[in-house]
């Protein structure tokens, strides 16, 4: 088949590699919509180390093309959707309801965490791709939904609303989301799905700030025209955002969020952060203002995506809107670069074999 390795840095291209092989409690699925996630880009810059010959990817549609022994329930031909992160069900993580910290009940793939396709395993920019912990993880897309309506709910949709449930959002709150790539916008939406009061917007792409109020946001900064700390503060009476997300994984982002955020309010971390990040003295209120940082990796599992679908399903959350760019599976050498550099006002592409 054909799939996109990682060789090295800035060098991830198309090589014909073996069909995965089925296990007892695996699947294979022929992959029909996948897409590049942030994540990806930094593999692809070398910020995020993957072993050389890796094929990448970790947000599929497909159908079944085979499944293992143990798994029931399924049939070939179902078109299905897998998270990126792959929960066991069994491990004491995953008993203990951390299903995107499993550590796998094999013992193989030691405690990195659920994420495995595209990064402990290979992934889903290829023709087919094996599904770890199947029964766990082949979530069914609803009659009627295309690839495209439902493809982020692998991982940016899931990523970006867990945001908002890590931060305990509660009915009324002020939420200001920084950065309004994919992940960022997820966000937005999550923080109108859960209840706040008022969601802030901050980006300087005008493109991403306009789709960013079609996704929930009561008000968008362009923090290169305007102080978006000041402007937090007079919007909420001085006191700075009850939750304050960081959706890149840069230093600055993650400063203006402890400086935009109230004492005693939550700083929610989505970015994957490529260097070192420090924590400043004076946002921090030094050590004693009751401000909590949490980290989230995006949760897993069939039910998961299952529950997402369905807000696809009945209108209340429209993820199609994120893609800008289409390209076959062929072409990904191109869509690589102009996704990971923000070229030709790309939010998201989608990747057909």
Not at 88 to 112: M, N, T, V
Not at 230 to 243: H, N, Q
Not at 273 to 281: A, F, M, Q, R, S
Not at 305 to 311: E, R, T, V
Request: charged fraction near 20%; aromatic fraction near 6%.
């Amino acid at each position: 088949m054909r799939a996109a390795v990682f060789k090295d840095v800035r060098d991830i291209h198309i090589e014909e590699v073996p069909i995965p092989r089925c296990g007892p409690t695996d699947a294979i699925v022929k992959v029909t919509t996948t897409t590049i996630c942030g994540t990806d880009s930094h593999i692809w810059r070398g910020e995020y180390p993957v072993a050389p010959g890796r094929v990448v990817g970790h947000e599929p549609a497909g159908v079944i093309h085979e499944l293992g022994d143990a798994v029931t329930g399924y049939e070939i031909g179902e078109r299905v959707v897998v998270g990126a992160i792959t929960p066991c069900g069994a491990c004491y993580f995953c008993q203990s309801g951390d299903l995107s910290q499993c550590a796998g009940y094999e013992d193989q793939w030691g405690i990195i965490g659920g994420w495995r396709l595209g990064n402990s395993m290979d992934g889903v920019q290829a023709e087919y791709f094996r599904v770890p912990y199947a029964q766990a993880n082949l979530a069914r897309i609803p009659e009627g939904l295309s690839d495209e309506e439902v493809l982020f709910v692998t991982d940016i949709a899931t990523t970006g609303i867990s945001a908002v449930e890590t931060a305990d959002v509660q009915l009324g709150d002020s939420v200001v989301v920084f950065a309004q790539g994919p992940i960022g916008l997820c966000a937005t939406a999550g923080a109108r799905l859960r209840g706040a009061g008022l969601v802030i917007a901050v980006d300087s792409n005008a493109k991403r700030l306009e789709m960013a109020r079609t996704m929930g946001a009561d008000v968008v900064i362009d923090y290169t025209q305007e102080d978006p700390v000041a402007k937090i503060k007079a919007l909420t009476e001085g006191r700075g955002a009850d939750v304050a997300i960081e959706a890149l994984g840069i230093q600055e982002t993650f400063e203006n969020c402890l400086k935009s955020v109230r004492p005693a309010g939550m700083v929610s971390s989505l970015g994957v952060y490529g260097d070192k990040v420090t924590i400043p003295l004076e946002p921090f209120i030094y050590g004693i203002g009751d401000i909590d940082i949490r980290t989230t990796l995006c949760p897993g599992g069939k039910k998961r995506l299952s529950s997402l679908m369905n807000l696809v399903k009945i209108g209340r959350l429209d993820l199609k809107q994120l893609i800008t760019h289409r390209f076959s599976l062929d072409e990904i050498e191109e869509a690589y670069p102009l996704f990971s550099n923000q070229e030709d006002g790309v939010v998201k592409v989608t990747i057909t074999p």
